[in-house]
């Protein structure tokens, strides 16, 4: 039986947000030790370094921007714009240029309208430019983080409420599931996409699952017994823009659709914070355990569904449906690491951090089914430059079992053309992200993406897709 989807009233709806007034509360301008200046996504611990402090009266004019953060109303706006160019391998060489503009506003309900304990968030993103990975690799990793089909777009639109002295917390409205679940503080740095919302899901979700650029309406719960253990349970409409989409982003080119009506995702994750180290050189670390399902159906990658001419075929076999038999469900799991390896004397967020993170998925319904990342970042390696990081990560995709086997009967069915076993896809990223003033950064970028795809047919070659040298520069401007 088909499980569908009754995520939130539809009045909740009109009041909803979607950059968390809490999110900002918890960050409250500090710093993981070793993280980066600046993230593509808001994340729990990020900075909210502004370049309104190096303008001057100009940072503010007639202080509009004071006198409404009295009322309890924020906003702000991030730029990120981007050149990167495929120098070797892909499909193809070549460059291009990206951009997104993030527009954001909070409004804290209870200095605005006396409402205790209640914020609202709303932001929207315009995209500009082509896709790397898109148009000139054909990757499973995207190469950016901000790449996405060229459109104004509403992203979050929710409301926030606290309860319990603030333990407790619950978000209605769209969300995206990116900002808060598999969130690793220190691959915040890194460009690749797959360093923000894992590669596993991007790749095996219906539509990328709710993720950048699309969110989607549900409901978030969040209770926070101390500053030590948390636990988080989000329950999403499971496609964004639909279960049948083909093309998401042109689907739901606006992400004004609200779909209320597919199967739900539930994602939960519990947090342990902690301390390594002596007291007078603490070095903390932070632990994530999380599970996800989907109530819909998918179909199997490799067997066809049944017929009464055909009641079990291969689904590479000319003679089968073509299309994969139904399985109910899908689901996996993941593990997090973030941990802090040295602090550098006399810093408060100076030093040496590492990530690490996990996830599987079941074989014969997904095209990954199994995901591992890690990285260093050091924050202030250079003498004189304390807000610096540098950072290198690796990260691995292994195609799933099912996928191996059906390459391998599309080879048996069809002898007399080249068809190659996808295996894996890997990647390794070096960049340093240099801050120029609070608030604005510039990053020079350098991905090597080893077997694209997987290991595809280049069509132009009829060979391999061969390995790609990404070069890149990136720069990113807060106010």
Known sequence: MKVRVALVPAVALLLSAAWSASAQDDAGGARVPGQSATSDQPSEGASSESIQSSLGPAGDPAGVRAALAQRGVTFSFTYIGEV??????????????????????DIYLDRAFGWTGASFHTNFFQIHGRGLSSNYIGNLLTVSSIEALASTR?????????????????????????????VSEYAGLFVNSTFGFPGLLGNDLPNGGPAYPLATPGIRVKYSADET???MVGVFNGAPAGM???????DDPSNLEFRLRDPALIMAELSYKYDLGTADAKLPGNAKLGAWGHLGRFN??????????????????????????????????????????????DTEDGGLGMFARLLGAPGDRNL?????DGGLTYKGLIPGRPDDTIGVAVAYARISDAVRDY??????????????VRTSEALLE??????????????????????????IVNPATDRLVKDAVVLGLRTSIKY
């Open 84 to 105: 990167l160019g495929n120098v070797s391998g892909g499909l193809r060489q070549g460059a291009v240029y990206q951009g997104r503009l993030d527009g954001q506003l």
């Open 154 to 182: 509403l992203d979050e639109l929710w409301i926030e409420q606290k309860l319990v002295g603030d333990k407790l917390s619950v978000r209605v409205g769209q969300l995206a599931a990116d900002t808060e679940f598999v």
């Open 229 to 231: 253990w948390s636990a």
């Open 244 to 250: 049948r989409a083909t093309d998401p982003q042109r």
């Open 300 to 345: 199997d990658l490799r067997f066809a569904q049944p017929t009464p001419e055909a009641p079990a075929l291969l689904l590479a076999n000319p003679a089968s449906s073509g299309i994969g038999r139904r399985l109910p469900g899908n689901a996996g799991g993941y593990l997090i690491v973030d941990q802090l390896l040295y602090r550098a004397p």
């Open 368 to 372: 990954l089914s199994f995901y591992v």
């Open 407 to 420: 390459d391998r009967d599309l080879a048996f069915f069809n002898p007399d053309t080249f068809q190659p």
């Open 430 to 455: 070096v960049t340093y992200q240099a801050q120029i003033v609070p608030g604005w950064t510039v990053q020079p970028n350098f991905q090597y993406i080893r077997r694209p795809g997987g290991g």
